[in-house]
T-cell receptor, first 112, second 114 residues
């Protein structure tokens, strides 16, 4: 079974630029999550999708972050404009409803 | 505020020794997870604990859950170098159809040396 795919693996941008991350979940997994992991901390949930609908985006900084999952499969997370404090690893995870989460390898973002 | 506190945050062990990592959480939960993360890698699920008194074991690792004390433990038996990694506990603060919104602890960096 293929795992959760994420790209790019690394991204370096300057502050105030925009950036986008892509995630393709495990086939058949209706639920998709984006987590942010700042160096030295545990991951923090940004947004949860069930199919193509948002279940929870209460911790997403909506003034600069946006995410979509238009066809209920892959998803894109965007940051515009980026700030220094957005430097982190962005992890995508997927699951069958109510079941264990599987995490991707993440996108490491450095904002200079 | 929902909180998960792990201790210790840093653990340096000798091979062959035993030790326990503690995870306290601030609210009721009926799911508690333990994950392992190697440097530069993603999170690998180790255990899911679903009920009070649950105990699960895999190799040299054993996890337990006490929901009344809001405490989970990860016990390491006869540590080997391959166990060196960061270990996270996380609880699921929404039940029913909203499982998956995990709140993570800070992580425990485990180093095992000869």
């Amino acid at each position: 079974e293929a795992g959760v795919a994420q790209s790019p693996r690394y991204k370096i941008i300057e502050k105030r630029q925009s950036v986008a991350f892509w995630c393709n979940p495990i086939s058949g997994h209706a639920t998709l999550y984006w987590y942010q992991q700042i160096l030295g901390q545990g991951p923090k949930l940004l947004i949860q999708f069930q199919n193509n609908g948002v279940v929870d985006d209460s911790q997403l900084p909506k003034d600069r972050f946006s995410a979509e999952r238009l066809k209920g499969v892959d998803s894109t997370l965007k940051i515009q404009p980026a700030k220094l404090e957005d430097s982190a690893v962005y992890l995508c995870a997927s699951s069958r409803q109510g079941k264990k989460l599987f995490f991707g390898s993440g996108t490491q973002l450095s904002v200079l | 505020e929902l909180k998960v506190e792990q201790n210790p945050l840093f653990l340096s062990m000798q091979e062959g020794k035993n030790y326990t990592i503690y995870c306290n959480y601030s609210t009721t939960s009926d799911r508690l997870y333990w994950y392992r993360q190697d440097p530069g890698k993603s999170l690998e699920s180790l255990f899911v604990l679903l009920s009070n008194g649950a105990v699960k074991q895999e190799g040299r690792l054993m996890a337990s859950l006490d929901t009344k004390a809001r405490l989970s433990t990860l016990h390491i038996t006869a540590a080997v170098h391959d166990l060196s990694a960061t270990y996270f506990c996380a609880y699921d603060y929404a039940g029913g159809t909203s499982y998956g919104k995990l709140t993570f602890g800070q992580g425990t960096i485990l180093t095992v040396h000869p």
